[in-house]
């Protein structure tokens, strides 16, 4: 079962524009651990006090979920997260040439030197701990081999692979996670960007190459395009992958619902999981399928997920989709009688861009049954 740390309260709140208070730090917390998340990255204590006051209160919550803190590799860092009394850190560092030239002068000795410092101290501390892999996907594989032997040495707990700027494709990620996977020595979390679109892709092809964690977050919120998104991941690990994953609908939506309103995001209609109109089907074809069985042209029941099953009377709705609208209002009508009435609900449709509702239908009805 593949294990998910979510990081909505950290990497989701890096994203531009957004900023989270203590009650919506809280709130979101309490739904994550609801839906599931394994483990939840709460934040940066480095930040300073009132972050590290907001880290506390989320630590007293006694969720089932382990709570992470984000630092760099720095013993300041990890003195803040100790102080905050966390379990578990993530411990960051560049593992790119060109992001080691930017934060260590392309030092890469002193880097490896200032890890090895703050893991040990991390340990004996009795920490939790992944190492950071900042960049991972424009570094060398050989470097990260490197790294990852000397986190395995020192007792460090798992390495998360970092698709930072979101390049990678999907076969790219198979073959990277398969060979550092071989090498039997930390066990692998992903950390993909969507800046192409390929952060979900490249996530699962991650798992599929045998890593074993995924970070996400809500409605894919993060930097620039943002992170895999914890609904679709959830989701494609319950019904693609087999995972014994509970989704509770209502908790679920309320997630969305808390995380979208904390962003000041609106959820795209069409979104994946949860839009408004995933479970709408207008086109004759699906929706005479759909109303001869529900599994016709739908990868998941609605229920699941709490959305809401409509065949809306649009441009390209069939007679089947006019009769049942008809049935739900207590008129009987022959098939072959409603053939007249679609060309004309196209054009009304697509002139004013908006479909019908019953009312409008039982009166084109009515009208054609007088003339």
Known sequence: MAFINDTTLRDGEQAPYVAFNT??????????????????????????????????????????ARMMTWNRATMRDLEASLECGVPAVDLSIPVSDILIDVKFGGDKERMLSQLEAVILAAKREGLYVCIGAEDS????????????????????????YCDTVGILTPT????????????????????????????????LSGLDAGAQSVNT??????????????????MALKHLYG????????????????????????????????????FAHESGIHADGMMKNSRAYEPFDAEEVGGLRAFPIGK????????????????????????????????????????????????????????
Do not use: W
């Open 23 to 64: 009650a919506e730090k809280i709130a979101i917390a309490r739904a994550l651990d609801a839906c599931g998340a394994d483990e939840l990255e709460i934040g940066i204590p480095a930040m300073g006090t009132r972050e590290q006051e907001d880290i506390r209160e989320l630590l007293a919550l006694g969720l089932g």
């Open 137 to 160: 996907s424009r570094a060398d594989l050989s470097f990260i081999a490197e790294v990852m032997q000397l986190g395995h040495a020192l007792g460090a707990d798992r390495f998360r």
């Open 172 to 203: 790219r990620t198979y073959e990277a996670i398969k060979a550092l996977v071989s090498l039997n020595l930390l066990p692998i979390e992903m950390h993909t960007h969507n800046d192409f679109g390929l952060a979900n892709a490249n996530a």
């Open 217 to 234: 977050t809500v409605i894919g919120l993060g930097e620039r395009a943002g992170n895999a998104s914890f609904e679709q991941i959830s």
């Open 243 to 278: 995972d014994a994953r509970h989704i509770d609908a209502m908790q679920m939506r309320s997630l969305i619902a808390i995380v979208a309103e904390a962003a000041g995001v609106t959820i795209a209609p069409n979104a994946p999981i949860i839009g408004e109109r995933l």
């Open 316 to 371: 390209h709705s069939g007679t089947g989709t006019v009769m049942y609208h008809l049935k739900q209002l207590g008129i009987t009508a022959e098939k072959s009688a409603l053939h007249s009435l679609l060309p004309r609900i196209r054009e009304i449709v697509t002139s004013r861009k908006q479909v019908l509702d019953d009312m409008e239908l039982v009166s084109l009805y009515r009208q054609s049954q007088c003339s």
